[in-house]
């Protein structure tokens, strides 16, 4: 018996991914190119970046750090202390030890400037802003030892606002946007992010279409 | 006698000056290997902690940086090495 009518042979419509949906609502992120380098402090659309809590179905859609050059103070520091024993050696300030104390004081200095570093760098990589489709989400690390993940859904947001101060965050375009919510964790602080006033306008985009969702799902 | 077995120092026919300055050597060596003890555990830690971070946050990097902790690791085990046996 002929198929009167086969769905299979209908064109499909291409299937859309979170990532391309948000470019729909979004100017900021229709703007913005995906990428996955895991260094960069404003990482949008990665599709290889996750966390522990992720659900199912959520992408993650903006991932952000402190700005880069609010890292230079520890950079600096570490540059400093690293020719630190070039004047201690100069003045003869280790003399009155035998040469392999020496040695191991040398080593030991360096040593402590690697681990000093590599803190710096771990707290820097691993204190990350991330901004789902459907939650908003600090990750905090203090110390190497402390541990703190806050999140909130996107339609508890109340407010947002962004602040910009300092001669370097004007040059540099980064600051701190802050969301009002009406979770259990009442404010999230996204401290030094880069180009807050972007991640500002984003959330209120990602606000409007929650609210547009919510208004289409009570007219079905 | 712990001491004296560990670095080799039981000639009693030595002088007073050299006593002391032996004495002051191991008092640095003691001072030198718990430093490094203290700093084999912090990098044992720091590795527990990336292992953490690695999994809270997955990205492209993770395993390179689980690699750095590694590599910190032996780095505090060498020199743990270094000051029981070079000094």
Do not use: C, H
């Given at each position: 018996?002929?198929?009167?009518?086969?769905?299979?042979?209908?064109p499909q419509p291409e299937k859309k991914t979170n990532h391309h949906r948000v470019n729909d609502y979004s100017r900021v992120m229709r703007n913005e190119k995906s990428s996955n380098n895991a260094l960069k402090s404003f990482v949008a659309k990665p599709t290889k970046i996750h966390f522990d809590s992720q659900g199912q179905n959520e992408r993650v859609l903006l991932l952000m750090r402190r700005h880069p050059v609010t890292q230079l103070k520890w950079i600096l520091i570490a540059i400093v202390l690293l020719f630190m024993p070039i004047l201690f050696l100069s003045v003869g300030m280790l003399n009155f030890l035998p040469p392999t104390f020496q040695l191991a004081t040398l080593v030991m200095w360096y040593v402590l400037i690697i681990s000093f570093s590599l803190e710096s760098f771990?707290?820097?990589?691993?204190?990350?802003?991330?901004?789902?489709?459907?939650?908003?989400?600090?990750?905090?690390f203090h110390?190497?030892?402390?541990?703190?993940?806050?999140?909130?859904?996107?339609?508890?947001?109340?407010?947002?606002?962004s602040t910009a101060g300092g001669i370097l965050a004007s040059i540099?375009?980064?600051?701190?946007?802050?969301?009002?919510?009406?979770?259990?964790?009442?404010?999230?602080e996204y401290d030094d992010v880069p180009q807050p006033a972007k991640v500002t306008e984003f959330l209120n985009e990602l606000l409007l279409e929650e609210e547009k969702e919510k208004f289409e799902n009570r007219v079905d | 006698?712990?001491?004296?077995?560990?670095?080799?120092?039981?000639?009693?026919?030595?002088?007073?000056?050299?006593?002391?300055?032996?004495?002051?050597?191991?008092?640095?060596?003691?001072?030198?290997i718990i430093g490094g003890l203290l700093y084999l555990v912090f990098a044992f830690v720091v590795t527990r902690q990336i292992h953490i971070m690695k999994s809270t946050v997955i990205t492209p990097l993770s395993g390179v940086i689980q690699i750095l902790g590694y590599v910190h690791l032996l780095l505090a085990m060498g020199v743990l090495l270094f000051f029981i046996t070079a000094l």
């Open positions: 018996m002929p198929d009167i009518y086969d769905a299979s042979s209908e771990l707290n820097w990589f691993y204190n990350v802003y991330i901004i789902t489709d459907e939650r908003v989400i600090d990750v905090d110390n190497l030892i402390y541990k703190n993940i806050s999140s909130a859904k996107i339609d508890v947001i109340e407010d947002i606002s540099f375009n980064y600051g701190t946007v802050r969301i009002q919510t009406s979770a259990a964790v009442v404010e999230f | 006698m712990f001491l004296q077995a560990l670095f080799g120092v039981d000639d009693p026919t030595l002088g007073a000056p050299l006593s002391a300055i032996i004495a002051f050597s191991l008092f640095l060596k003691v001072v030198f």
